[in-house]
C-alpha cells in the first residue's frame, strides 16, 4: 500500500493539532472505532483516534496525514451498515463526533447550518420548533449523524415525497486530502458554476473530502398526516397495491412494507402486537399528508379504498398519536427485532429496484432464500422499489463463515436487482462488504472514471482507502 | 492543442457512420451550427456537422473522433446564452437534432424516456396528455431540447417547487470520448452504489460526456393554479414581499421579477400592455397553487395580501386563461423585448444570490450599470435569488466592443454576487463566455480536481474542447 507508519512522532503532531485529550491511542479506547453496525467481523483496528473540533483542526490532520501519508478514516455516529466507517488501513480515525452544533437557523434563506457531527434527528427538532421540516429521515434518524447521512446520500422513510440526502444538501465546507478548504454551494437552490462537486461528494462515503459544514434545506412546515396500516393475506397482492397507492396522485410521504417474520420478531422483541397478526403475512405503513382535515380526509380514503380492492382485509386508520407511534415502533425497530432473534441478523441488503419490478424481486428473494437455505425477514421502503431482506444465520454455522456466506447471498440477490433494472444499494452505501459485488457489477470504463475522479481528489489515496471501489493492495 | 487535422478521409469515415445526408461539410450549411443565443461574435465555424440518429452512431463518430483526436462539440438547440454549443477548436459539431423521439411513458414507474433532442415543450405536452407533469420549465421551453437542459442543468419558472433539471433526470445513457456507452442511474429515485456520475454530468456542459438518452421524473399532475400579477411603485419594497411570499408557506410555484424598462420594452415589442405601466417600477408575478378550489382560494388570497401590505398598489388575479398568458407572454419574451429595443441586448447575465441578498444585489446592480453607463431591464426568478439583468448596447459602440464590454460588465456583477455569498450562474451555465471570471473566482483547488475530472473522462481534450475552465491554448 505504500503508506507511511503512524509513528510515535507523527502522534504527537496530531496531538497538538486537535489537542491532548481529543487524540487517543489507547487499544481499549480505540476498540470503539474499529467497526460498526455491518458488525465487528467486518472491522479493523486504527492505530489512532483524533476528535477534532473545529474545521481548521481537520484541516491540520490532513496536513499531517498528506505530508507522512497516513490513511485517515472518517467517521460519524458509526450507524452505517456497510463498513464505511471502518480504518481498513489502520492509520488514523477521523471523528466527528465533537462538531455537533446546529450553527444556525437561517429562516428567510430556509436552510440551517450544521457540523456533521449533528445527530438528524437534533437538526430534525430544531428546524420543527422554528416552523421548518428536515425532510431527511433516515430510520436512524435518532443515531446516526448529518455527516454521515450526506456521505452515504442515505434515504429512509420520506423519499417518496422529498428525496434523498443529496437533494437536502445546498452547500458544504468540505477539508481535502491535502488539508485544502472548498467552499462548495450556499444559501440557495441554483448553481450551474462549474462541475458540481458538491452533488458528487453526496454518497461518496468519505473518500473524496471530508465536510465540515453543511447547509441544507428547510421545508415550509407540512400539512397534518394520517397513518394507515393495511393487513394483507398475500404479499403479491400487497405489492400490486403500491403502485396504485403511488399512482393515486394523493399526498404520499411514506409507503413501507414489513412482512410475516419481521413483524413476528419485532413484536416479540417489543412485547407488543399489530392488528391481525395471526392472518397477515404483509403490512404496508402508509402516511398521507393534507392541508386541510377534509383533503387529509378524502387523501386517506382514498388509499385506504385502494387497498382494500386490492385485497388487503384490515385498514386501521391512526386515531391518535399514540396508534401512529405503535405503527411506526415496529417498523424502526425491525433490524433490532432481527437481532433480538438472532444477533447475527444481517442488515446490510438494500436492494433497489424500479417500482415495476418489485413483485418480481420479492418472488426471487423468496426463492432464492429458500435455495441457500436461509430464514428472512423483509422490510422495506417499498414505495421508492427499496428492499432490506434481513436473513438470520442459520443453526449451527459459524459467524465467521456467516459473515461471507451472507454477503455472498446478498450479492446473489444484488446480480437480480441489477438484472431486473435496479442497483446494488439505494441507501446504505457500498463500504467494504459491498466491494466485490460492486466491482463486478459496474463497467471496466465506468470505474475506470470512478478511478481518476478518487485521484483528482485523493492523489495520494489516503482518504477511507479499501472503500467503494477501491480495493487495498 | 495537438488536435488532428479533419482530413477528407476522416470526413469520409464520419460520413459513412452517420449516413452521407447526415454528415455536413458545406460552408453555408455549417454556418448555422457557428453560434448559439450568445450571438455571433462569440461564434466559431466548424468544419464539419454530423447528425447521428442513434447512440451507435454517437458511438462510432466518437470512436473516429478519438482515433484522430479531433475535437467534438455536442450541440442541442443551440439555445444557450453562452456559446456552450459553439465549436471553439473547430472540428466536429455533434448536432442531436434528429434524436428527437419520446421512447415511453413509463406510468408505473413515472418516469418517461427520452431521446436528447426532444424539445422541452413537447415532453411536457407528452406528459400532460397521460395525466403527469414534467416539471423542468426553462424560459425556452417553446425550443430547448432536453439533452441541453441536462447539460446546463437547466433552471426555470418553476425551479421554487420542482428544483433545477438535475433533480428531473434519473437516469442517463451516456456516450464517453472514448465511444463507449456507459448507463447510469434507472427508473428509480434512490441510488448510492458508486460516485453518482449522473448527477456530476448535470451541468457539465457536454465536456465530460454526450447524453444519449435520459430518463426522466414525472410528478403526478399538479392542482389547480392561479397567477398574480403585483404591481409596485418601488423595487425595495417588492423585494421585501418576496421573501415574506415564499416564507408564507403556501403552494409558490413560481415567482418573477419584471423591472419598469423590461416591461416597457417587451409590451412595445409585443404591442401590448401590462395594468398600471406609468406608476409601476417593478412586478411581480406569481403562481400559486392549490389541490382544491377553497385552497386554492387562500393561497392567492394570502399571497396578494402580502404584496398589498408590502406596498403593492393593485394585485390583479388572472381570472381566465387569457388574463394568465398574458402575464406569461410579457415574462417569456422579456429577452426578445429588450432585443427589439437593441439587437444587441446582451442575455448572458445569470446571477445567483441568497433570497436575503436581493435586496443588496439589487442596488449593486443599479449602481453599477450606472458606472458602466448602461440602460438596463431586468428579469428574474426572483424567489430563487436568480437575476437576469439585460444591458442594451450604448449607442455608438462597436459590436465587437460591445461583446466584450458586457462580459466585463457582467464579470464585476458577478464579482459581487459571489461577495454576497453566491455564484455566477444558477441555471445559464459558463460555456466560453463566462470562462475567465469562473476561472478567477474559483480555488487553484477546486480548479484542479475539476480539471482532473475531465481528465478521467476525457483524456485527450476533444469533448467540447474550450469550455467552462479549459481554456484552448
New interface residues.
Given amino acids: 500500500m505504500g503508506y507511511g507508519s503512524l509513528t510515535k512522532e507523527i502522534f504527537e503532531e496530531l496531538a497538538s493539532a486537535v489537542g491532548r485529550a481529543a487524540a487517543i491511542i489507547d487499544a481499549d479506547a480505540l476498540e470503539n472505532y474499529a467497526y460498526d453496525q455491518a458488525g465487528r467481523v467486518w472491522g479493523h483496528m486504527p492505530e489512532a483516534v483524533v476528535r477534532p473540533r473545529n474545521t481548521e483542526q481537520v484541516s491540520s490532520v490532513m496536513k499531517i496525514a498528506s505530508k507522512y501519508r497516513i490513511p485517515v478514516t472518517p467517521r460519524g455516529a458509526g450507524s452505517g451498515l456497510n463498513g464505511g466507517a471502518v480504518p481498513l488501513a489502520g492509520g488514523v480515525v477521523l471523528s466527528l463526533e465533537r462538531m455537533n452544533k446546529i450553527l444556525e437557523i ?5 436552510v440551517a447550518v450544521v457540523e456533521p457531527g449533528v445527530v438528524t434527528n437534533d437538526l430534525c427538532r430544531a428546524a420543527a420548533a422554528e416552523g421548518f421540516l428536515y425532510a431527511g429521515y433516515p430510520m436512524s434518524t435518532e443515531t446516526s449523524f448529518i455527516g454521515g447521512n450526506f456521505a ?2 442515505a ?1 429512509g422513510g420520506k ?2 415525497r422529498y ?2 440526502t ?2 437536502h444538501v445546498l452547500g458544504a465546507e468540505v477539508v ?1 486530502a ?1 488539508g ?1 478548504i ?1 467552499h462548495l454551494g ?12 458538491l ?2 461528494l ?3 462515503e468519505g473518500t ?1 473530502a471530508i465536510a465540515t459544514k453543511l447547509i441544507v434545506n428547510l421545508e ?2 407540512p400539512g397534518k398526516v394520517v397513518n394507515l396500516l393495511a393487513c394483507y393475506p398475500d404479499v403479491e397482492k400487497l405489492v400490486e397495491s403500491v ?1 396504485k397507492v ?2 393515486s ?1 394523493r399526498r404520499i410521504i411514506s409507503c413501507e412494507f414489513m412482512d410475516r417474520n419481521l413483524v413476528k420478531y419485532t413484536t416479540e422483541y417489543l412485547g407488543c402486537a399489530l392488528p391481525e397478526q395471526e392472518r397477515s403475512e404483509g403490512y404496508l405503513l402508509i402516511q398521507v399528508e393534507g ?2 382535515d ?2 387529509l380526509e378524502e387523501g386517506y380514503e382514498t388509499v385506504g379504498k385502494i387497498c382494500l380492492e386490492g385485497g388487503a382485509f384490515e385498514v386501521f386508520v391512526a386515531e391518535s398519536r399514540t396508534d401512529s407511534a405503535a405503527m411506526w415502533n415496529v417498523r424502526q425497530n425491525g433490524l433490532e427485532g432481527m437481532r433480538a432473534r438472532d444477533p447475527y441478523a444481517c442488515a446490510s441488503g438494500d436492494l ?5 419490478a418489485v413483485p418480481e424481486m420479492l418472488r426471487r428473494i423468496k426463492r432464492i432464500s429458500g435455495e441457500w437455505n436461509v430464514e428472512i425477514g423483509i422490510i422495506s ?1 417499498i414505495g ?3 428492499l432490506h431482506p434481513i436473513p438470520l444465520k442459520p443453526e449451527g454455522m459459524t459467524p465467521e463463515r456467516w459473515a461471507s456466506y451472507a454477503e455472498e447471498f446478498f450479492s446473489a440477490l444484488i446480480n437480480e436487482a441489477i438484472s431486473l ?10 463500504g467494504h462488504v459491498k466491494q466485490k459485488v ?1 466491482t463486478e457489477n ?2 471496466p ?2 470505474l ?6 478518487k ?3 485523493d492523489p495520494q489515496n489516503i482518504l477511507n482507502p479499501g472503500k ?2 477501491f480495493k487495498l493492495q
Fill in positions: 437561517d429562516k428567510i434563506n430556509r452515504t446520500n434515504g423519499v417518496i428525496g434523498s443529496r437533494r481535502l491535502s485544502e472548498l450556499g444559501r440557495f437552490r441554483k448553481d450551474t458554476w462549474g462541475y458540481s462537486l452533488n458528487l453526496a454518497g461518496s473524496l415550509p412546515k403502485a403511488i399512482g396522485g392541508d386541510t377534509e383533503q433497489m429496484v424500479p417500482l415495476s421502503h421508492d422499489g427499496n433494472g435496479g442497483v446494488g444499494s439505494g441507501e446504505h452505501g457500498v460492486l459496474k463497467t470504463a465506468e475506470e472514471i470512478m478511478r481518476g475522479i485521484k483528482a481528489f467503494m471501489f
